[in-house]
């Protein structure tokens, strides 16, 4: 039985790895950085803490860390501000979900950029909670955002259900014991092992029903 559904925001409820791919990208190549061929699948689920230090470190960005989490989350505050690419009917499965689970989002996208995005999708008021992985330890694909975020909703891990789309977000959810829906982009899909450990593959975030939740193993 499944007692709360935790949702992942991006490439779930929004479609933005594409935009933070094309910031970040451009973010790289202004600064003196080069973007590798592997690059958007390794930053996929990675805290703000660690995608900066690795825009700064491995892909030779000349600036710090903590000046690139903070420009490279300005842009994207910015083009959020012109148009949230909201993904679907994303915003109307949310709501068909909570009102028969308690809701957690567990995200890595950064706090403010959060509240931003459900702000302006209406979805505020869908979730009890709400928690980035600027908060947690360690980014995705540990399982520590999804384990606080049950803690949160006072549920246990085993009996939460987790929407991802992405493979380290699969592997975060599952390592958390939770039943993984997954939802994988079309630009980004699963990879082998990723794919193994979801409950349930659909092809798209509006075939989310209550019913899926109902029958998950």
């Known amino acids: 039985m499944v007692d709360a559904v935790i949702f992942d925001l991006d490439g779930v409820i929004v479609d933005s790895e594409p935009v933070w791919e094309e910031v970040r990208r451009a973010y790289v190549a202004t600064h003196g950085g080069t973007w590798q061929p592997d690059s958007q699948r390794r930053l996929m689920g990675m805290s703000t803490g660690e995608w900066a230090q ?29 148009r949230v690419p ?21 995200s890595s996208s950064p706090t403010r950029l959060i509240a931003a995005t459900l702000a302006v999708t209406g979805l505020t008021d869908s979730f009890r909670t709400t928690l980035s992985t600027e908060e947690t330890a360690r980014g995705k694909p540990a399982p520590d955002v999804y384990l606080a975020v ?36 079309g630009s ?6 990723a794919a193994q450990l979801a409950a ?3 092809g798209s975030v509006d075939e989310l029903t209550p019913e899926v939740v109902e029958r998950l193993p």
């Not at 860390?65 to 501000?81: G, K, L, N």
């Not at 909201?86 to 567990?106: H, N, Q, Y």
């Not at 980004?188 to 092992?193: C, E, F, H």
């Open 54 to 82: 690795y825009l700064s470190g491995e892909l030779g960005v000349t600036r710090t860390a903590e000046q690139v989490a903070t420009e490279v989350v300005d842009e994207m505050t910015r083009r959020y501000a012109e």
């Open 86 to 106: 909201l993904i679907d009917d994303a915003d109307e499965v949310v709501r068909r979900i909570a009102a028969r689970w308690p809701l957690g989002l567990a």
């Open 150 to 185: 049950a803690r949160r909703l006072g549920v246990d891990p085993t009996r939460c259900a987790a929407v991802e789309d992405s493979s380290n977000g699969v592997r975060s959810a599952a390592a958390a014991g939770m039943r993984v829906v997954a939802v994988p982009h």
């Open 188 to 193: 980004y899909p699963l990879d082998p092992d």
């Open 200 to 202: 349930v593959t659909l």
